[in-house]
């Protein structure tokens, strides 16, 4: 498939920066090619961001370069809902897309968000 990451400027992006080591981040769990981290204006007791170390601006460009990448950033998720206590209570995880999905970084990360009760709809 087509490599749609090289046309993106990554060399400005935080959570790219953050994935090279270059901005700090309070990092919670590693691999090869995800990277999870305490986001830094939380709005739960337990809020983390799982991004993949590729740049991928968003769900979409990942989803049409490497779908399996997705479920592998879910497994991550998921295991960091267990290790976090939040399997009994539940939580959430939020994929914001782009302006109106009020996506905020152009980096694609899933949010997971715990340790409170979640309205729906989301605002
Ligand atoms: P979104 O609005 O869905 O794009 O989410 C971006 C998230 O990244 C927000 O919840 C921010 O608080 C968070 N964020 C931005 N910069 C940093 C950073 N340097 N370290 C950790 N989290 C960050």
Redesign the pocket.
Known sequence: MADTSGSQKTEDC?FCK?VAGE?P?EVVYKDDETVA?????P?APVHL?VIPRKHYTNVVEAAADDPALIGRMLAVLTRLAGEKGLLEDGFRIVC?TGTRG????PHL?F?LLGGRSMAWPPG
């Open positions: 935080i953050i901005l981040a981290f305490a986001d830094i204006n709005a961001l914001n009020g996506q905020s970084v990360h949010h």
